[in-house]
């Protein structure tokens, strides 16, 4: 079987490594952290489907703590420079995040 990626396809696997590599780098510090996978599905908004990523952190039971909100932030800036609002000011892709 042959499978077609588009060139918007393939920009976006792109963003979504980075994204990871990025989220990567700045967890590995923290002897909790374990890994982290995203998982891609869709999402309807004012009657636009949109891509949405969830963030699966490996965090071995580890729960998030206010020391750690930095770090949110960071990912959230990232985010929003990879998946910018297109023109109308209106969001091209959404995510959230999961503590495993």
């Known amino acids: ?3 077609i990626i588009t060139e918007s396809q393939e ?13 990567e780098g700045i967890l590995s510090k923290y002897k909790w952290f374990n890994g982290v996978k995203i998982d891609v599905s869709s999402y309807k908004n004012k009657g636009k489907v949109l891509p949405f990523y969830t963030v699966i952190y ?25 998946f910018p609002k297109d ?14």
Do not use: C, P
Not at 11 to 23: A, L
Not at 66 to 71: G, R
Not at 87 to 100: N, S
């Open 58 to 82: 490996d965090t071995g039971g580890h729960t998030w703590n206010i020391e750690e909100d930095d770090v949110d932030n960071k990912v959230q800036t990232m985010f929003d420079l990879l």
């Open 87 to 100: 023109k109308d000011g209106e969001l091209t892709a959404v995510w959230d995040d999961m503590f495993v």
């Open 1 to 3: 079987m042959k499978y």
């Open 11 to 23: 920009m976006s696997i792109r963003k979504v490594k980075f994204f990871k590599e990025y989220i």
